[in-house]
DNA sequence: ATTATATATTGCAATATTACGATAATAAAT
DNA sequence: ATTTATTATCGTAATATTGCAATATATAAT
């Protein structure tokens, strides 16, 4: 046990968790706010910011990347993480049709 | 170790991140979406929906409730279970405020 | 009163996540 | 060539999550 049974999800529903998890953590919500005020950062910016040890951070890093939200380039001896513009609206998107469901006025009983 | 550090990050970052983290699981998607469709529903639905033991649907339910996304009512020897939409609509708005933000295109170099 | 039905809780095993030190890899600066 | 700066990866410990059987609780039906 302890495994999650993706198996008897719909492709959509474990999409839809996949997307959420991501985001789910304060240091990748931190993270994402920082790079959206300082336009791009770097790996150290975030250690020095957040408080956390440099393997930490570039975990965090490396799964906001696994989705592509984010995107590094290499600049000389440092990265340069942005924000990747499309995949955030879609991403935005994706949230948009789960949460602006029609929810229907039916309470209990 | 394995603690995430709440303390070095703003309330608005944990709280963010604690909402998505009760939609980050494919099963409690999906008994959000049956709850939209089907306007209400029982614990049992859920277990003949979805497949999972009795026991492991009852405590999504519970996380779900935790966030007060949905309320359950006792019906006679059953609970009703049941979308809040003023929650739901919060919720939806919270994470709007955070997708909604303006991304200035600024790509790395 | 007993049985059947529905849900919640407890305890536990398996797996996942978080955090960090140590180390490797790479490029710039000296 | 050596040192410095930056990031990624590996290994590991601590904690959290997932899932279920067993059990407890509560109401309805017989």
Same mark, same amino acid.
């Given at each position: 046990m302890?495994l999650?049974k993706s198996e008897?999800?719909?492709d959509?529903?474990?999409?839809? %968790?996949s997307?959420?998890?991501?985001v %789910?953590h304060? %240091?990748r919500v931190?993270?994402l $706010?920082y790079?959206?005020? $300082?336009?791009?950062?770097?790996?150290?910016? =975030?250690v020095?910011?957040? &408080?956390?040890a $440099?393997a930490t951070?570039? $975990?965090? =890093?490396?799964?906001?990347?696994?989705i592509g939200i984010i995107? &590094?380039?290499?600049? &000389?001896k %440092?990265v340069?993480?942005?924000?990747?513009?499309n995949?955030?609206?879609q991403i935005?998107?994706?949230f948009?049709?789960f949460f602006?469901?029609e929810v229907?006025?039916?309470?209990?009983?």
């Amino acid at each position: 046990m302890g495994l999650t049974k993706s198996e008897i999800f719909t492709d959509e529903q474990n999409r839809l %968790a996949s997307l959420f998890k991501v985001v %789910a953590h304060p %240091a990748r919500v931190a993270i994402l $706010q920082y790079i959206i005020n $300082q336009k791009t950062c770097i790996c150290n910016d =975030l250690v020095e910011e957040l &408080g956390l040890a $440099q393997a930490t951070i570039s $975990q965090h =890093l490396k799964e906001l990347k696994s989705i592509g939200i984010i995107q &590094g380039t290499i600049e &000389g001896k %440092a990265v340069c993480y942005c924000i990747d513009e499309n995949v955030w609206k879609q991403i935005q998107r994706d949230f948009d049709v789960f949460f602006n469901q029609e929810v229907k006025v039916s309470k209990c009983c």
